[in-house]
């Protein structure tokens, strides 16, 4: 018995967290996560080469593969090109609305209209998406420039020999795979519809194979999954330890946040 009081007195000098310690955490959690955005970045480009990327990268190299025996006849069926070589589109309104969809530069202003609303809002949620993608989209726009630069294939049109991969269908399903992580199925499902519109658009405006676009998708997927790990800044469980208002003993308070 005596032991047990001693350790009960013991137990009764731990501090007590204030009132403000949670506010000054989060504060402190949120400057920590802006400041140390560029080191992060780093982190989920080595990230990028992990085990989690093996079974989706094999897969869509595996797609990518198969598809590479389609390109031409799905080239030609979507362009409809008949036997004198005359093209009636099959699908004008879908390449053109695909197009501005995941346009590099229409996406690189709803990044910047994102990061502002993200800076006026107190949602958990919304603030954390949009890291994640700020981070997909540089990323993923940095894999499909070394890979365009690197494979330099010829357009289906001629026009210049960056073909490879989709950087429209890569940047749809980054976006994609971060939307339906955060808001579930309800978006994610219509988004996944959405890209996958997208890829088809890119090979209508006669730009891309169907290869192109299998790529694109897999490099999107694999960088949307690859930011999105660990980075849920404000999703976490912290234990505090307090003491009961009569000061016999302690006890630990489990803080849950989603």
């Given at each position: 018995m005596?032991?047990l009081r001693?350790?009960k007195?013991?137990?009764?000098?731990?501090p007590?967290?204030?009132?403000d310690?949670?506010?000054?955490?989060?504060?402190?959690?949120?400057r920590?996560s802006?400041?140390?955005?560029?080191?992060d970045?780093?982190?989920?480009f080595l990230?990028?080469?992990s085990r989690?990327s093996?079974?989706p990268?094999s897969?869509?190299v595996l797609?990518?593969?198969v598809?590479?025996e389609?390109?031409d006849?799905?080239?030609?069926?979507?362009r409809?090109?008949?036997?004198?070589?005359?093209e009636?589109r099959?699908?004008?309104a879908?390449?053109d609305?695909?197009?501005?969809?995941?346009n590099?530069?229409f996406?690189?202003?709803?990044?910047?209209s994102?990061?502002?609303?993200a800076h006026?809002t107190?949602?958990?949620r919304f603030?954390?998406?949009?890291y994640?993608w700020?981070?997909?989209?540089?990323?993923?726009?940095?894999?499909?420039?070394?890979l365009k630069?690197?494979?330099r294939?010829?357009?289906?049109?001629?026009q210049n020999?960056?073909s490879f991969?989709s950087g429209?269908?890569?940047?749809?399903?980054?976006?994609?795979?971060?939307m339906?992580?955060?808001?579930?199925?309800?978006a994610?499902?219509?988004?996944y519809?959405?890209a996958?519109l997208?890829?088809v658009s890119?090979?209508?405006?006669?730009?891309?194979?169907?290869?192109?676009?299998?790529?694109?998708?897999?490099?999107?997927?694999?960088?949307?999954r690859t930011?999105?790990r660990?980075?849920?800044?404000?999703?976490?469980?912290?234990?505090?330890?307090i003491?009961?208002?009569?000061?016999?003993?302690?006890?630990?308070?489990?803080?849950a946040r989603?």
């Amino acid at each position: 018995m005596w032991l047990l009081r001693r350790r009960k007195h013991r137990q009764e000098r731990v501090p007590q967290p204030t009132s403000d310690q949670p506010q000054l955490d989060q504060e402190e959690e949120s400057r920590i996560s802006f400041k140390s955005f560029h080191r992060d970045l780093g982190r989920k480009f080595l990230g990028l080469f992990s085990r989690e990327s093996v079974l989706p990268f094999s897969t869509g190299v595996l797609g990518t593969g198969v598809s590479l025996e389609l390109d031409d006849n799905l080239h030609d069926y979507i362009r409809n090109v008949d036997d004198l070589g005359q093209e009636r589109r099959r699908f004008p309104a879908l390449g053109d609305v695909g197009e501005v969809l995941a346009n590099r530069w229409f996406l690189l202003a709803g990044t910047g209209s994102l990061i502002l609303a993200a800076h006026s809002t107190s949602n958990d949620r919304f603030q954390d998406m949009t890291y994640a993608w700020t981070q997909g989209y540089l990323l993923n726009n940095l894999l499909t420039e070394v890979l365009k630069q690197g494979v330099r294939r010829p357009r289906p049109n001629g026009q210049n020999s960056r073909s490879f991969s989709s950087g429209h269908a890569a940047n749809a399903f980054t976006f994609t795979t971060i939307m339906n992580h955060y808001y579930g199925s309800k978006a994610g499902i219509p988004a996944y519809s959405v890209a996958g519109l997208v890829a088809v658009s890119r090979m209508e405006k006669n730009v891309h194979y169907l290869s192109d676009v299998v790529m694109g998708a897999t490099l999107g997927y694999i960088v949307g999954r690859t930011v999105l790990r660990g980075s849920d800044r404000r999703r976490r469980v912290s234990w505090i330890p307090i003491t009961p208002p009569g000061g016999d003993g302690v006890g630990l308070m489990v803080s849950a946040r989603f």
